[in-house]
């Protein structure tokens, strides 16, 4: 993963997400301690307890890759960046 993330600049986002996938601890949600729709608690409690609540270890995660930074690194590569002109040209030809 650090590879490719060092070559390509490309890194995936770690978000909190209930067990469920009821819904993901994000925005307006991030805050909150249990998921809105299931109730279920969005850290393990086991080691919520263990460690007096020090330690808040998500029971369940989601990675997520922005966008943008996969376009710039496509436009990046001269092959992939002329495969991306393929449509601006065909749409010309019409």
Known sequence: KRILANL???TSVVR??????????????STFDA????????YDQVKLQRTNGRIKQPRAVFHTIPIAPQLQALWRHP????KMRDREKRTQQL
């Open 8 to 10: 390509s600049g490309v």
């Open 79 to 82: 092959e992939t960046a002329e």
């Open 35 to 42: 998921c809105p729709e299931c109730s279920e608690p969005r």
């Open 16 to 29: 909190d997400m209930c067990v469920n996938s009821c819904a993901a601890f994000v925005g307006p949600l």
